[in-house]
């Protein structure tokens, strides 16, 4: 069974992180779920950030490959100041969730790891709010699959729109050696695994980040073949689907990206229907946009995008 949550102290904080704001509630627990590889459940980590109630919206934020939810604690604070409610959760096999480092069955688990939490966490925490995903890199790659299905689907929570960073969507910068070996391998030996190659430099150009991700010890650079292969499916998949993404959506990409580069964002934003998209290029960025030098403008713009969101009747409660 999950754990309850309960509040965190500073020295509790996963690693990298920072004391919540004066007024800001962190919580952490664990929620189980069952995935291809493990169907009697996984044991995965989540957190919860609240501000003063009543919240306007809930917001689910997804990491990418090799992260874990501990970074968006600044992320989260500044979101909670929108009056939004903040929750998320570490993937299977990233950060302080149970699993194999960089393994999964499919792609589905992903997905049904997401559909749980919306319902079974989110919903259930604040029912009848509209429902906020935004998702960094592989997280991005999630939160719009997720997206383009709730479509006309009646989701719970209602998912009223879609905030991507440097979402993985097309090439990446994995050495194309590494992606014939995860296609060869992935049909005989699902579960190899090979470092994605990518230097630590690639993240940001913030020192003092940089060198804090360099310490957190919930980070790895594993992936195993099925999950490229997986992921390179599913991204092919989003470009074709991208006309059908009739949520509001907010694509946040870097220029100097090294780890996905912004041509496969352009092509999927160039695909999604006129009048519901919004589009940022930060040209001197890094991957990690939100821990590199343009941050502030980065998150000005997210602020910005939310705000004109939720003063709209759709996006309101």
């Known amino acids: 069974m999950p754990q309850p949550s309960r509040s965190l102290s500073p020295q509790d904080m996963p690693d990298p992180g920072s004391a919540p704001d004066a007024g800001v509630r962190w919580q952490e627990g664990w929620w189980t779920t069952a995935t291809s590889l493990a169907p009697v459940g996984l044991r995965l980590y989540r957190q919860r950030w609240s501000g003063a109630p009543p919240p306007r919206a809930t917001v689910v934020l997804v990491h990418g490959i090799g992260g874990h939810s501990g970074p968006f604690a600044e992320l989260a604070q500044e979101l909670v100041g929108l009056g939004l409610e903040v929750f998320a959760f570490d993937l299977p096999g990233h950060g302080r969730s149970e699993g194999p480092r960089g393994l999964v069955g499919s792609w589905t688990d992903y997905r049904l790891c997401l559909d749980h939490f919306l319902a079974g966490e989110v919903a259930a925490a604040c029912p009848g709010l509209p429902c906020l995903l935004i998702g960094h890199s592989l997280g991005g790659t999630l939160v719009l699959d997720a997206a383009l299905a709730s479509v006309g689907a009646g989701a719970s929570p209602p998912i009223v729109g879609v905030v991507v960073s440097n979402p993985a969507v097309g090439e990446t910068g994995v050495a194309p050696w590494r992606l014939l070996c995860a296609r060869v391998l992935s049909r005989i030996w699902p579960a190899f695994s090979l470092s994605t190659g990518f230097p630590l430099e690639l993240a940001c150009r913030d020192p003092v980040r940089l060198e804090a991700y360099r310490r957190d010890s919930y980070r790895h650079s594993r992936c195993s073949a099925r999950l ?90």
């Open 228 to 317: 490229a292969t997986e992921f390179l499916a599913v991204a092919r998949h989003l470009q074709e689907q991208a006309p059908d993404l009739t949520l509001p959506v907010l694509v946040l990409q870097s220029g100097a990206d090294g780890v996905t580069p912004p041509a496969g964002a352009e092509r999927f934003f160039t695909a999604v229907p006129e009048g519901s998209k919004t589009w940022r290029f930060y040209p001197a960025s890094y991957h990690e946009l939100f821990d590199d030098l343009d941050r502030q403008e980065a998150l000005a713009d997210l602020r910005s995008w939310i705000e004109a969101l939720l003063a709209t009747p759709a996006g309101s409660p």
